[in-house]
């Protein structure tokens, strides 16, 4: 009878071992399956929802109204520089979604994954050591891209620059091709184009931010009376501010400043005219053109280099 109790015994904890592997451990792998996928789908749908934020702005919906009523009485200009604020808005919005999206499903992974190696019996203290060990080796080895990606980051957070605009970033200058998260890519004057790891991206500058102006310093002969030509200057500085071609594209009426710098052969003087962004240097030759027909037609010499021929004391004998 005693064999026959220790035979029972041990069949039922035969019994209770093949259950637990058949049925406790697959459900507790599936139901942390399932909750790693719950908690990845509700971070997701926050992120959506910050996203969609970021991507209508920061400002109240009646004011944001109110705006695009003003904005359909505005010029075409406008409405596109509008839309294109408004387009590099979503797209900085959908990249820092989409990042911080992968990062979240990484942990998730990471931290589900191992929970699961825990349930079926592997000994997760020697791969959470070994997690250890290649993050500080990463670290260590891989200092610069991890740079980069941070810098990367917070270009687009802040919005420093986007695709289009015309930035000086140091080694580089000229207009913004492509951004991602390690490097930056821009074409200078000359076509050339640069790739710029955002972690050597010491300062921005940005010539096409919100607004531009051309700074025009016009030079005059010491013989003309400056307070005429003041009085010219602003005229033609009116004049293209009243010009319809320009209405939209000058967003304040030019000032003229008055005299900037004395040289050796010219007075020079200073139009200082507050333009659209990437519209200064047009705005600038159109206001160069106006000015010299202008002085033309004012009898305003504008000095240039005069060739100077040193007499020969042998022909003057």
Same mark, same amino acid.
């Given at each position: 009878?005693?064999?026959?109790?220790?035979?029972t015994?041990?069949?039922?904890?035969a019994?209770?071992?093949?259950?637990?592997?058949?049925?406790d451990?697959?459900?507790?792998?599936l139901?942390?399956l399932?909750?790693?996928?719950?908690?990845?789908?509700v971070?997701?749908?926050?992120?959506?929802?910050l996203?969609? !934020?970021?991507?209508? &702005?920061?400002?109240?919906d009646?004011?944001?109204r109110?705006?695009?009523?003003?904005?359909?009485r505005?010029?075409?200009?406008?409405?596109?520089?509008?839309?294109?604020?408004?387009?590099?808005?979503?797209?900085?919005?959908?990249?820092?979604?989409?990042?911080?999206?992968?990062?979240?499903?990484?942990v998730?992974?990471?931290?589900? $994954?191992?929970?699961?190696?825990?349930? /079926?019996?592997?000994?997760?203290?020697? #791969?959470?050591?070994?997690?250890?060990?290649?993050?500080?080796?990463?670290?260590?080895?891989? !200092?610069? /891209?991890?740079?980069?990606?941070?810098?990367?980051?917070?270009?687009? /957070?802040?919005?420093?620059?986007?695709?289009?605009?015309?930035?000086?970033i140091?080694?580089?200058s000229?207009?913004?091709?492509?951004?991602?998260?390690?490097?930056?890519r821009?074409?200078? #004057?000359?076509?050339?184009?640069?790739?710029?790891?955002n972690?050597?991206?010491?300062?921005?500058?940005?010539?096409?931010?919100?607004?531009?102006?051309a700074?025009?310093?016009v &030079?005059? &002969?010491?013989?003309?009376?400056?307070?005429?030509?003041?009085?010219?200057l602003?005229?033609?500085?009116?004049? /293209?501010?009243?010009?319809?071609?320009?209405?939209g594209v000058?967003i304040e009426?030019p000032?003229?400043?008055?005299?900037?710098?004395?040289a050796t052969?010219?007075?020079?003087?200073?139009?200082l005219?507050?333009?659209?962004?990437?519209?200064?240097?047009?705005?600038?030759?159109?206001?160069?053109?106006?000015?010299?027909?202008?002085?033309?037609?004012? $009898?305003?010499?504008?000095?240039?280099?005069?060739?100077?021929?040193a007499?020969?004391?042998?022909?003057?004998n």
């Amino acid at each position: 009878m005693p064999e026959a109790i220790g035979w029972t015994w041990d069949r039922d904890d035969a019994l209770g071992k093949v259950v637990n592997v058949l049925v406790d451990k697959p459900l507790s792998l599936l139901g942390l399956l399932v909750l790693g996928l719950v908690v990845r789908w509700v971070l997701h749908r926050l992120l959506d929802r910050l996203v969609l !934020q970021a991507e209508d &702005g920061m400002l109240p919906d009646q004011f944001n109204r109110r705006v695009n009523r003003h904005l359909t009485r505005h010029l075409p200009g406008e409405i596109a520089r509008d839309a294109t604020a408004s387009t590099r808005r979503v797209q900085r919005a959908k990249t820092i979604g989409d990042l911080f999206k992968s990062i979240v499903t990484g942990v998730i992974v990471a931290v589900v $994954g191992t929970m699961m190696l825990s349930e /079926l019996g592997v000994d997760i203290a020697p #791969i959470i050591a070994s997690a250890g060990i290649i993050g500080i080796a990463l670290g260590f080895g891989a !200092q610069s /891209l991890v740079k980069d990606f941070l810098s990367g980051i917070f270009l687009i /957070l802040e919005d420093q620059f986007g695709v289009g605009d015309v930035v000086d970033i140091g080694e580089a200058s000229g207009t913004v091709e492509a951004v991602s998260l390690r490097v930056t890519r821009l074409r200078d #004057i000359n076509g050339t184009v640069w790739y710029v790891p955002n972690g050597e991206i010491l300062r921005v500058g940005n010539m096409s931010q919100n607004w531009s102006r051309a700074v025009i310093d016009v &030079g005059v &002969g010491y013989r003309e009376d400056l307070a005429r030509v003041t009085t010219v200057l602003r005229e033609v500085a009116h004049d /293209l501010w009243e010009d319809e071609e320009y209405r939209g594209v000058v967003i304040e009426e030019p000032e003229v400043t008055g005299v900037e710098s004395l040289a050796t052969d010219a007075v020079h003087l200073r139009v200082l005219i507050k333009t659209a962004p990437m519209e200064q240097w047009a705005v600038a030759r159109e206001m160069r053109q106006r000015i010299k027909a202008r002085f033309d037609h004012e $009898g305003i010499q504008i000095p240039y280099p005069q060739p100077f021929y040193a007499a020969d004391p042998a022909r003057s004998n």
